[in-house]
């Protein structure tokens, strides 16, 4: 139905031509769900813009053919593309609320795409929205057609553009990493509403995504992409049980999942022995009916409902749930960047939450917790260096002369393993990679006792997640940290963790050891966090 | 209506910047160096006299005393009188201040209709001719002097060509003013039926008003074509493309929405500025409006009349602030006043 035939496409940028995608050849059948997989920069995305040609300017194909049904997409008309594009192939998008045009109602953005391709009239528009809004399950339509987007919850607008993209009843649907910034739960539930539909209107999917889990679970084919390059071929149990070339094999390696080993995430050759980490029971912090209420616009905002748990010394806890769950203003009071409401925070057998925070950036215990913030990029002062980064803490918290915190900020990138030649870059210059060792480098200048690590490897594609969860094992193995290790990953959170407290709504659901909670949830709420979560199929290493 | 609680608190807010308004312009005219009472008492006056005229006017008070009376005055709608016209302020104000509405209005009226299609067509095609033509344009709009640009438009529109009308003041001497309903003279003729008029007046504002359009050209056109260079690499415009939507449609109905909300935000800048900074304008065109009539006030120690002059302007920009934000709530839905 749909081929492509060795497409190249390039940028013109202030440093010259990039090529993005280098000759590419694809095939999609009638039916057919075919999935892209790789990581950020690979060409997947612009595969696909290329082939509905909505290149950003500057982008242009530089050679190849791609054929839609008989037609020839790169020598049509604009004229022509318009009418192919949303009615016979159409897109969806990641981030869902960005996809939709923030100051207009969803019911006119759905209207629009209908009286394009002559769908609905004026007159008959707002039924047929309706109908279109509850072909993707949205409840009580009639009212959320009025609706703007920044009034619904992103699960909701991955389904308004769902909604958009199924309107006119295409034959081939894009989905250019459609669950990325969506929670665990309702990803699954956009998956299968996706997938449902896809079955039910027999038409054909494209799937771009980073996660591997995703791919191998709804579809039937995948091509494994590497910088503009296709890698891999072959129907999705292949692949990744199989996988033929040396990239499809790490990628799957570097996967979180179920039964793996946190060092078996890095390629073969990397792989040493983990350096077994020291815990005792003594407890570190001990967080006692922790409450942090908001004043909001309609009320107060119950944040966090009376939390409790305990970090030993040495040990890792893992902070679980989904965005609004509490778990990010729970370790924000930890660090004391913000005050609770009510409760303790026993730090070392003394109360944290009585100091108030403006003080407490001046308290010689300031220096014993640290924190990793999830976003390296924006957590870096861009106009500072990696140096600059590193030594900061170092000049507020210890009294050092300059000779000594140099020879810190060095051991600290020895440490990190971060090149020592790469300190005196700026942010811009280093990759993700590098960043999360500056932020983990900074974190730990001061010698803390406990890290608290916010989601530090969400942005981070899988191979470099790999890198930067061994360095956090190895770290604690070392220097004898206890970490508060917060995410939503719960693949992750298995490797790493010792103990882990499940949250929802600010409280506690589930609490126990990792292995535990993960193998025997007692909670059903863990439950469906677990079955939501795609569960990549491991490789086969008998082979 | 939901909507309509945020936009009345709005409003409400405006009653503590009118009251501060009021304390400001009291306190600056008190602070300006020069003795009223020694003015109005003359040359001639000795101690004595000028004693007794103090006191006549009050000025012997205590400040408080003296703030209650201006409020008083203020109330009544009495600014004082001014010495070089001999009129009420109010009167002078009512006069002229329509004149430089009425100028300051239609330039910026001529400025967006130029400047903003440009931007958009600049931001349409970046590196284009277009885009190139419109940065040399706005570039050398901006670089002129107003005073220098209205001097070339008159020797080039009415001594060479001969054809804009002789540059003294809103209407050629040959007519008559219309009948004052809004001070504005193209309404005013409008609503008198006499088109004649309406001709006249508006001949002898296009030269002044093309000479204010040209200098607020760059501003307008810059920030609409950077604002919708924004607005069309957001996502919302690639699922709109990516939806077939009609080229007209993603421009217009999407891009250029969601771009409105800093072109607002400029316009209303430029036209603050332009208000106040027009007085060049005004003197090369004869004009009378309000900021020749200001800075003639000022140069003559008039200080009744300055006193009224920053009053009036003051509350004009807290009607136009109010009105721009008013104008983000009607582009775009998210903004809420309550959430302050």
């Given amino acids: 139905m749909l081929s492509i035939k060795d497409l190249a496409v390039s940028f013109r940028t202030r440093r010259g031509t990039v090529d993005a995608v280098k000759g590419i050849s694809l095939e999609v059948a009638s039916g057919e769900t075919l999935g892209i997989v790789g990581e950020s920069g690979s060409g997947k995305s612009v595969t696909s813009y290329a082939l509905m040609r909505i290149l950003d300017a500057g982008g242009t194909i530089k050679a190849g053919e791609v054929t839609y049904g008989g037609v020839d997409l790169r020598r049509a008309s604009e004229r022509e593309m318009g009418d192919i594009r949303g009615r016979e192939i159409s897109m969806i998008f990641q981030n869902p609320r960005a996809a939709l045009n923030p100051i207009r109602k969803v019911g006119h953005q759905i209207a629009d795409v209908l009286r394009r391709h002559s769908r609905a009239t004026a007159g008959d528009a707002k039924a047929k929205v309706v109908e279109a809004m509850e072909a993707v399950m949205i409840r009580d339509a009639e009212a959320r057609y009025h609706a703007y987007p920044f009034e619904l919850s992103g699960g909701m607008c991955q389904r308004i553009v769902c909604a958009i993209a199924l309107a006119c009843d295409p034959r081939l649907l894009i989905a250019d990493e459609p669950t990325t910034g969506l929670d665990i739960t309702t990803q699954k539930a956009v998956m299968d509403l996706v997938t449902s539909l896809i079955r039910a209107r027999n038409m054909s999917a494209i799937v771009i995504t980073h996660d591997l889990g995703l791919a191998a679970q709804y579809c039937d084919r995948i091509a494994v992409m590497k910088d503009g390059q296709i890698v891999e071929t072959g129907r999705s149990v292949d692949v990744f049980t199989a996988p033929t070339h040396d990239y499809t094999r790490r990628l799957v390696d570097a996967t979180p999942r179920e039964g793996a080993s946190i060092r078996s995430l890095l390629p073969a050759e990397a792989r040493t022995p983990e350096p077994p980490h020291k815990r005792s029971t003594r407890p570190l912090l001990e967080v006692r009916d922790l409450v942090k209420t908001f004043a909001g616009k309609s009320g107060p905002v119950h944040a966090v409902k009376g939390v409790s748990f305990t970090v030993n010394e040495g040990q890792t806890v893992g902070l679980v749930g989904e965005s609004g769950c509490g778990k990010s203003t729970t370790s924000s009071m930890i660090v004391r960047l913000l005050d609770p409401t009510s409760g303790e925070i026993r730090f070392a057998g003394e109360d944290l939450a009585k100091i108030p925070l403006q003080k407490f950036a001046r308290d010689p215990r300031r220096a014993q917790i640290q924190m990793v913030f999830q976003d390296a990029t924006d957590s870096l002062n861009p106009r500072h260096t990696a140096r600059a980064s590193i030594e900061e803490p170092l000049k507020r918290l210890t009294n050092g002369n300059g000779a000594a915190r140099r020879a810190r900020v060095e051991e600290l990138a020895e440490l990190t393993g971060l090149p020592g030649h790469l300190l005196d870059r700026f942010p811009h210059q280093l990759s993700g990679g590098q960043k999360a060792r500056v932020g983990i480098a900074r974190a730990i200048a001061v010698n803390p006792r406990l890290l608290i690590l916010d989601e530090p490897t969400a942005a981070l594609d899988v191979s470099i997640q790999a890198v930067v969860l061994n360095l956090l094992a190895d770290l604690r193995a070392r220097l004898g940290m206890s970490y508060l290790f917060v995410s939503h990953d719960l693949h992750v959170v298995r490797l790493l963790c010792d103990h882990v407290v499940v949250m929802r709504g600010g409280e506690i659901v589930e609490q126990g050891a990792a292995a535990d909670v993960m193998g025997a949830p007692s909670h059903d709420y863990t439950r469906s966090l677990l079955e939501a979560a795609p569960n990549p199929p491991s490789r086969k290493t008998a082979a | ?340």
């Avoid at chain 2, 201040?97 to 440009?118: K, Q, R, Y």
Wanted: hydrophobic share 55%.
């Fill in chain 2, 1 to 340: 209506m939901t909507r309509a609680r945020p936009i009345l608190m709005r409003i409400a807010q405006v009653i503590p910047v009118v009251v501060g308004v009021v304390i400001i312009s009291f306190i600056l005219t008190r602070a300006l160096p020069g003795d009223p009472a020694a003015y109005f008492a003359g040359d001639a006056a000795d101690e004595a006299s000028i004693a007794e005229v103090r006191a006549k006017l009050g000025l012997d008070e205590p400040l408080p005393i003296q703030f209650l009376y201006y409020v008083g005055d203020l109330l009544r709608g009495d600014l004082g009188q001014s010495l070089t016209t001999g009129q009420s302020v109010a009167a002078d104000l009512a006069q002229r201040l329509p004149a430089s509405l009425e100028l300051t209005l239609c330039a910026l009226i001529l400025s967006c209709g130029f400047a903003i299609p440009l931007g958009v067509l600049a931001a349409t095609r970046p590196g284009s001719w277009v885009d190139h033509l419109c940065r040399v344009l706005v570039t050398a709009g901006v670089s002129m002097p107003t005073f220098f640009t209205g001097v070339v438009l008159v020797y080039v529109f009415y001594y060479l060509a001969g054809i804009a009308p002789s540059p003294l003041g809103r209407l050629d001497f040959i007519y008559l003013e219309p009948e004052r309903v809004t001070g504005f003279f193209l309404i005013d003729s409008l609503l008198a039926g006499d088109f004649e008029t309406f001709f006249a007046a508006c001949r002898q504002l296009i030269l002044p008003a093309l000479t204010l359009a040209l200098f607020t050209l760059a501003p307008i056109a810059r920030m609409t074509r950077a604002a919708m260079l924004q607005s069309l690499s957001s996502d919302f415009i690639r699922t709109a493309r990516a939806a077939g939507l009609r080229r007209r449609k993603v421009l217009f109905g999407y891009a250029f929405r969601n771009a409105m909300l800093p072109v607002v935000t400029t316009l209303g800048m430029v036209f603050s500025f332009t208000l106040g900074a027009n007085v060049l304008v005004e003197k090369v065109f004869a004009w009378p409006g309000i900021g020749s009539y200001a800075v003639e006030a000022l140069v003559a120690s008039d200080y009744a009349a300055v006193q009224g002059f920053v009053l009036a302007m003051a509350l004009l920009f807290v009607v136009l602030n109010l009105v721009i934000d008013l104008t983000y709530t009607a582009i775009d839905p998210r903004i809420g006043f309550g959430s302050r």
